[in-house]
Nanobody, 119 residues
Framework: QVQPVESGGGLVQPGGSLRLSCTAS????????ANWYRRAPGKEREVVVH????????TYADSVKGRFTISRDNAKNAMYLQMNSLKSEDTAVYFC????????????WGQGTQVTVSS
């Protein structure tokens, strides 16, 4: 059973930083494309960053480009989202998503972690 689990959310002031973590049982995160999504209050879920099979193949949403950085630690089977210069509009529930291919692509989602940016 593949199960991503996010952690690291919390309350931070504007301009501050947080690092979100995603670990996953049942799958090696280094083997598959993975994404961070977020859902802000009253808004649709949106992709924050997509990472392909390597960290070189990474695409960021324009709203976070230059402020957020995705990375993997293969030894820990973990994925991270370093978020700097946080803004109030970054307030959302953040989700880790990994897409696993068996005979077709199957998406797996974590339960989400709340990030609140407020003074």
């Amino acid at each position: 059973q593949v199960q991503p689990v996010e952690s690291g959310g919390g309350l931070v002031q504007p301009g501050g930083s947080l690092r979100l973590s995603c670990t996953a049982s049942g799958v090696s995160l280094s083997r598959y494309p993975a994404n961070w999504y977020r859902r802000a209050p009253g808004k649709e879920r949106e992709v924050v960053v997509h990472m392909g099979y390597t960290e070189d193949s990474t695409t960021y949403a324009d709203s976070v480009k230059g402020r957020f950085t995705i990375s993997r630690d293969n030894a820990k089977n973990a994925m991270y989202l370093q978020m700097n210069s946080l803004k109030s509009e970054d307030t959302a529930v953040y989700f880790c998503n990994v897409n696993v291919f068996t005979d077709k692509w199957v998406p797996y989602w974590g339960q989400g972690t709340q990030v609140t940016v407020s003074s």
